[in-house]
């Protein structure tokens, strides 16, 4: 994804570091980190945060972490669902300014935990977040418009290589889902096999997840992420597969 140096990033996310997690709060139910306990949902890659900030309205009842490496990409996402909450904004001369006329420069902002939603952000590889998560924690993990990486030395990197579904196994609640979305043909079918290679049962699938002829109740609750708008767009139609892990 490209995105340009964001000015002040350490700073702005500083402001909003609240909202991100820290190794500290990794822990069994994520004690203390929202404001109720509810089911789980991670996101793998938010980019910069239109799924996250949309699902987390469309379908209240979850808390959600959205895992992304690149912190300035991170930084969108996170002041994105900021503002969308009515957290404030980013101040015309720098800091962020919250909903009581208050501009953070740089510190802290202690955001009540009754105030911050339920969505927090992890900045970092998702491999690291995975090897530290609590087993069994997540109701629904979603993967929109991973990297693709076409070439065969870099299978291990794609995000529905079998050793990535192991993790997600074991993730995953008794009757969770792993919800993938793509526009890559190439990703989509290497994809479906590795879920059958590793023994997930594919739920549902679709090669155009906007046609008129797929499931109603799947286009309806779909929220769009940038690079789907963008993809959906110029015409390319949208590959979708949601699994279930083997059942040991
Ligand atoms: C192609 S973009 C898609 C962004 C967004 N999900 C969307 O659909 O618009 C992929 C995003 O995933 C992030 N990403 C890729 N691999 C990752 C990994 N292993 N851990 C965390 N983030 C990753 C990238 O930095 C990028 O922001």
Redesign the pocket.
């Known amino acids: 994804?490209r995105n340009r140096k964001k000015k002040n990033g350490s700073n702005r996310l500083e402001n909003l570091s609240t909202l991100i997690l820290t190794g500290d709060d990794i822990k069994p139910d994520f004690d203390g980190v929202y404001d109720e306990i509810r089911p789980l949902r991670l996101e793998?890659?938010?980019?910069?945060g239109?799924?996250i900030t949309g699902v987390s309205v469309s379908e209240p009842d979850y808390n959600y972490i959205a895992?992304?490496?690149?912190s300035d990409?991170a930084l969108s996402a996170v002041e994105k669902y900021a503002c969308s909450r009515g957290l404030g904004t980013l101040d015309y001369h720098g800091g962020w300014r919250g909903p009581d006329g208050t501009v953070y420069k740089g510190e802290k902002w202690d955001i009540p935990v009754k105030m911050r939603g339920n969505v927090r952000f992890f900045i970092?590889?998702?491999?690291a977040f995975l090897g530290i998560a609590p087993r069994g924690c997540f109701d629904r993990i979603y993967a929109?418009?991973?990297?693709p990486w076409p070439k065969s030395r870099h299978e291990s990197r794609r995000?529905t290589h079998p050793g990535f579904l192991e993790k997600y196994s074991g993730l995953l609640a008794p009757g969770g889902q792993l919800r993938i979305k793509t526009d890559n043909d190439g990703l989509f079918e290497y994809t479906l096999e590795s879920l059958t290679s590793s023994g997930w049962k594919i739920l549902f699938s679709t090669f155009d997840l906007h046609s008129p002829e797929t499931d109603q109740i799947v286009r309806e609750s779909n929220v769009v992420?940038?690079?789907?708008k963008r993809f959906t767009e110029q015409g390319v139609k949208i590959k979708a597969v949601f699994a279930a892990p083997p059942v040991d």
């Open positions: 994804m793998i890659g938010c980019g910069k239109d799924f895992v992304e490496r690149i990409v970092g590889d998702a491999a929109n418009f991973s990297d995000l992420t940038e690079y789907e």
